[in-house]
């Protein structure tokens, strides 16, 4: 009997993981049963599915058979890819924060470079009615001080 036991690489590409041979040429007693254990290594990139495939040729008195079988197993886990896409999706969640918080800014900005130029303008404003008062204030001490050359 020879039992082997299958994963796949990277999830995809299946390959052995392990072939043992039993009960090679033992002769078996109606109803006897035997158990075995056996620790099988799996490598870091096998994940998902593994399963296991039975071989067994024996013979009763002058006859002999054969049987395949085959069965799942387990699945197993890529905890460095859940992991990764974990990473993955906080990254995502963090990048779409920092994004709406980066077009508030940018609109934020934008509605005070509005605020700027219109107060440029009214500086502007400010500054050109400070010139005229200054010119209107001046010209009327200027009348008041001076004395008329003649009477009317």
């Known amino acids: 009997m020879n039992f082997s036991v299958y994963g796949f690489l990277k999830g995809e590409d299946q390959i052995p993981l392990n072939t043992t041979s039993m009960l ?3 002769s078996l007693s109606f109803d006897e049963t035997r158990d075995y254990n056996y620790d099988i290594l799996i490598p870091d990139e096998i994940w998902g599915a593994t399963f296991g495939e039975l071989h067994l040729s024996y013979a009763i008195a002058d006859d002999s ?11 197993v886990e890529n905890t460095y890819l859940d992991e990764l896409e974990q990473q993955l999706a906080s990254l995502n969640e963090t990048y779409q924060q920092l994004n709406s918080t980066y077009w508030e800014l940018q609109q934020n900005y934008t509605s005070l470079q509005g605020n700027l130029g219109q107060l440029e303008s009214t500086r502007q404003a400010v500054i050109a009615l400070a010139v005229v008062t200054i010119f209107f204030v001046a010209t009327t001490v200027y009348l008041i001080v001076r004395k008329p050359k003649q009477s009317w």
């Open 65 to 75: 058979y054969k049987r395949n079988a085959g069965f799942p197993m387990t699945i």
């Open 24 to 26: 090679l040429d033992e």
